[in-house]
């Protein structure tokens, strides 16, 4: 079975760039989150969805975040203007709707110089 | 609001002895606990949950976990460590009915050969 997918896995941008990073969750799970884990911390919740819809963006600092999931299966975060702060891995992870295990895919490495 | 605490930063052990990593919680009502386990470079790979039952939980790699009401705590353990242990665990507790995960900073497990 194939894994979460992420791209790209590396990027480096300078302050007040503008970024994007995509996600395929694992075929069939319906909910998709996107973490942010900065160096020496846990990762941290920034939105969850639900097929196409938006169940939790309280963390997600909207003047500068974004993110979509059209279609219900990929979906795609993106930052606008991005800070140095922003400088972190984006995980993306995915789960069957009502399921407590969810499954990460390797990360994106955001460096903002 | 629910949390986790992981005291340690580092836990160094030599090959082939007892590994323990450890975590408390604080949560309203009853706990949903997770160990993930993060390789370089890697997303977080699910080892094991308590939900609920049997105090002692058996994940992957021979990796368990031993949930304790009274101390709020939930150890992760495995009898006999081995140099491809050696990766960064998160400890993690569900928050709110939507499934959000609130991760523990982190301990770096480090088996010396």
């Known amino acids: 079975e194939a894994g979460v997918a992420q791209s790209p896995r590396y990027k480096i941008i300078e302050k007040r760039q503008s970024v994007a990073f995509w996600c395929n969750p694992i075929?069939?799970?319906?909910?998709l989150y996107w973490y942010q884990q900065i160096l020496g911390q846990g990762p941290k919740l920034l939105i969850q969805f639900q097929n196409n819809g938006v169940v939790d963006d309280s963390q997600l600092p909207k003047d500068r975040f974004s993110a979509e999931r059209l279609k219900g299966v990929d979906s795609t975060l993106k930052i606008q203007p991005a800070k140095l702060e922003d400088s972190a891995v984006y995980l993306c992870?995915?789960?069957?709707?009502?399921?407590?295990?969810?499954?990460f895919g390797p990360g994106t490495r955001l460096t903002v110089l | 609001a629910q949390s986790v605490a992981q005291p340690e930063d580092q836990v160094n052990v030599a090959e082939g002895n007892p590994l323990t990593v450890k975590c408390t919680y604080s949560v309203s009502g009853n706990p949903y606990l997770f160990w993930y386990v993060q390789y370089p470079n890697r997303g977080l790979q699910f080892l094991l949950k308590y939900i609920t039952g049997d105090n002692l939980v058996k994940g992957s790699y021979g990796f368990e976990a031993e949930f304790n009401k009274s101390q709020t705590s939930f150890h992760l353990k495995k009898p006999s460590a081995l140099v491809s242990d050696s990766a960064l665990y998160f400890c993690a507790v569900r928050e709110g009915g939507n499934n959000r995960l609130a991760f523990g900073k982190g301990n770096q497990v480090v088996v010396i050969p």
């Open positions: 075929s069939g799970h319906a909910t």
């Open positions: 992870a995915s789960s069957f709707q009502g399921a407590d295990t969810q499954y």
